[in-house]
């Protein structure tokens, strides 16, 4: 066989290590978790157990106590082995290697083993230590581990790489009143006065960012899933929502696994299903076997809550349940290939939500789930393609993004059009049989799928998903008389070389009498739609009617006086986002002809998934691309507008939505009365429900834009009766304060790591002391909020530099902003490429409201 560039390249990348490489090459000791070593030693690791013991006290500060016996098969001792500890030496109290007691010899953020104590065969390694805090989460009466993507090593000394598969046997020892819920189920307690010892059975295989466990002052409660015997923990105090939210929850997971496991054709694939509802988790949920995490606040609804709500809880449980099959069972080789679990939970949650909830709202949700969030983005200067580049898995928190989220699950319904349901179904079954508790990558993945296709998906996949951007659509139509003599639509990249996107959409011709839509099967630079041929001219011309394409389509300016006539939701949804990535683009419509076209349907438009669509995009245009001086006297209208469809709607959700949107933006003294009598005296509107959330919300509005900061928090603080909500007003209180020299201090308290954990409030705190109503006082933090971005990586969660930049930016328009993110990157032009990817991809509006209208 002949070896090629292409060939090895290809094997690296697959965490396949060639059999020389692991006899001869020295593994450099660094920080981190390299390819090199994580390859030598996928090569040379096998059968790996973990029996692990945290003693955890019941104070959130004091030190865990820990002790843990790994035993593997080690095929090569010609060098030593690194185990991965991303604490410092001091935290290890003993290593005991095959009967040995040794010397701890830690080093770069590793426990190394002399190679002369390791045995080819069976070893054993006894390692008594003080656990590590960072990933731990440790809160006030609950505490929950979340590894994801390389964090366990923060926790315990392990080998943190995804294709290094282990069981893991637990022992946790906390105070009797918790209650407790890992990955496998519960073999035994033995109480011992004020503490408990909980024994876990062994644990499926499982890679070491999926093992996790949760323990505190919870709520335990017992379901059938269907066959399976369910245990659900949450701290949730309002009766209400409990009553409300419980039997759901238990069904929805029945129900998405009933799905998956007909779809794929595989039974659930592990021992338990378990799940806990964590106050203000850092992300919508975490896919651990039998111990999904998700944020409370999503699960726990009541009769206030929208129509959008109950789909997103429905979403996210079928999110986590597809995880099951797509991420744990088969588990990606590295994490360049992370996108991949991601992209087939979000796409099998679709399909589930599809079942559900019907077509019709699948096809509205995907579109406004994914499309804008994906173009957020692709349009911008940091745009990165599905599948990156990663040397080394302390980075791998920066891959993640909207990118990964929501343009692969386009891409893959894309390729779904390609192939056929049938044949992209049998192909994904096969991949799943194949790899079932094991590691594959992307390339396994298409090898397998090109079996059922007779389309060339290596080309395809080159420009889909390694590569970034989005094509530009444009079009020439002719006429002989009233006729269409020939319809031409092309595309070219929006940045980069050129390439084509294949892909499939309708373009849709409007008459009085009716429309004429036709299929496109964009699958070159330059194709003519034949199937246009002899129509008459239209009224106007809608593109990517039914939603499928991506990228930006031309916007025909003859739609205004009838876009909100359109009958059908999905076109008039697609309309919208079109519209407005037209104004983002400085084509078809300024930004104050866009507000008001789109204020101008708030009483027609009915369907409350469009009309929340129609509403952001209004209050995104009003404080981010409308000049602040114009800002005040847009208002007043802009909140009759609002109101007058509040009053003229007829369903309570659009109602709400409505209200949420006036809530945002109004500026005016009679609005503020308005909102502050409601919240005063916990009086809704007429037809509006109201709930402890949104009056939170409310006051924390009438802190920001009022002079009674303090004293409506804190009497929203006296309202409160459950601890964690309380909890997070008192920290979000000063920065919110009217003392600018409280803010400022606030501000400065974000520089220690300790003070960043619950980095919910953190981020709800930057976006109130980052809003527009007061960034004269808060753009001095912006040099030093792009400083502290690289320790945020280091430090925080996967989500978190992105959340910092985009609530810390979000809302700046100015040119004084601009300065500071232009002079941070000159003066940095060795900056890590991905995290200057992330600026770029936060600050991408702020460079546009400077090319619409200058800054200030």
Known sequence: MKFSATLIYSLLISGIATPCFAQKKEIKVEPGVSYSLAAYRHQVLTNIQYDINFNIPADKDSAIAAEETISFDLSSTAQGLQLDFKQSAGHIKSVTINSTTTTPNWQQEHLVIDAKYLHKGANKLTIQFTAGNESLNRNTGFVYALFVPDRARTVFPCF????????????????????????????????????????????????????????????????MTGKRQSEFLHRETDSTKIRLSVGSLFKAHEDAIAFL????????????????????????????????????????????????????????????????????????????????????????????????????????????????????????????????????????????????????????????????????????????????????????????????????????????????????????????????????IEQHPENGAMRIWPQQFQVTLVYPEGNRSVSVNMNAQQVVVNGL?????????????????????????????????????????????????????????????????????????????????????????????????????????????????????????????LFKTVQDIYLSKDVQGKMYQIWQHKQAPAGVKLNEDDYISLALTLALKSDTATSVIKEQQGRVTNIDRKDRLAFLMPALSLDVHERDAFFESLKDTKNRRKEAWVVSALYYLNHPLRQASAVKYLPQSLQLVEEIQRTGDVFFPQSWLGAVFGNYQSKEALKVVDDFLRSHPNYNPKLKAKILQATDNLYRANQLFGGK
Not at 210 to 219: D, E, I, R, V
Not at 576 to 591: D, V
Not at 625 to 641: M, Y
Request: hydrophobic fraction near 40%; aromatic fraction near 14%; proline fraction near 4%.
């Open 160 to 223: 943190d790489q995804p294709d290094l598969k282990s069981k893991f046997l637990l022992t946790l020892q906390v105070p009797v009143d918790w209650n407790v819920l890992a990955n496998a189920v519960k073999k035994d307690s033995v109480l011992n006065g004020e503490r408990c010892t909980y024994h876990f059975a062994n644990s499926d295989k499982l890679p070491t960012y999926l093992f996790s466990f949760t323990a505190g002052k919870y709520t335990s409660l017992r379901q």
């Open 533 to 657: 041929k002899g129509l008459g001219k239209p009224q106007y011309i809608l593109f990517n009617a039914d939603g499928m394409g991506y990228g930006l389509f031309p916007v025909d300016k003859g739609m205004e006086a009838g876009l909100f006539a359109i009958a059908n939701p999905l076109q008039r949804a697609s309309a919208y986002i079109n519209a407005y990535e037209n104004m983002l683009a400085g084509r078809s419509f300024t930004p104050a002809e866009l507000l008001k076209l789109f204020s101008s349907g708030l009483q027609t438009e009915q369907n409350e998934m469009n009309l929340r669509l129609l509403t952001g995009y209004i209050g995104t245009i009003f404080w981010e691309f409308t000049r602040p001086d114009e800002r005040t006297t847009l208002s007043a209208g802009l909140e009759r507008t609002l109101l007058a469809a509040m009053e003229s709607q007829t369903a309570a959700n659009n109602k709400k939505v």
């Open 261 to 488: 496991e007909q779809w794929t054709g595989i039974p659930y694939p592990f021992q338990k299903v378990g799940f806990a509802a964590i106050p203000d988790f850092q992300f919508g949920g975490m896919e651990h076997p039998g111990e999904i995490q998700y944020k409370a606040s999503a699960l726990f609804l009541d009769d206030g809550a929208t129509k959008d709500q109950y789909i997103a809880r429905s979403n996210v449980i079928s999110h986590e349940v597809a995880h099951m099959w797509f991420g744990d069972m088969v588990t990606m080789a590295w994490f360049n290939d992370v996108w991949m679990k991601e992209v087939f939970a979000n796409f099998m949650a679709d399909k589930v939500t599809e079942k559900l909830m019907g077509t019709e709202t699948f096809n509205l949700k995907f579109l406004q789930d994914h499309y804008p969030a994906a173009y957020s983005i692709d349009r911008t200067a940091g745009a990165n393609p599905i599948r990156q580049q990663l040397d080394n898995l302390q980075d791998a928190g920066s891959l993640y993004g909207n990118i990964i989220y929501h343009k692969a699950p386009i891409m893959m319904r894309q390729l779904e059009l390609l192939m056929g349901k049938d044949n992209f179904r049998k192909g994904v079954q096969e991949y799943l049989r194949k790899y079932a508790y094991g590691n594959a990558t992307w390339n396994d993945l298409i090898a397998i799928l090109s079996k059922y296709t007779k389309a060339d998906l290596y080309s395809w996949n080159k420009v889909w998903v390694n590569q970034p951007g989005r094509p530009i659509f444009s079009y020439k139509v002719s006429y002989a008389g009233d006729k269409i003599s020939q319809f031409t």
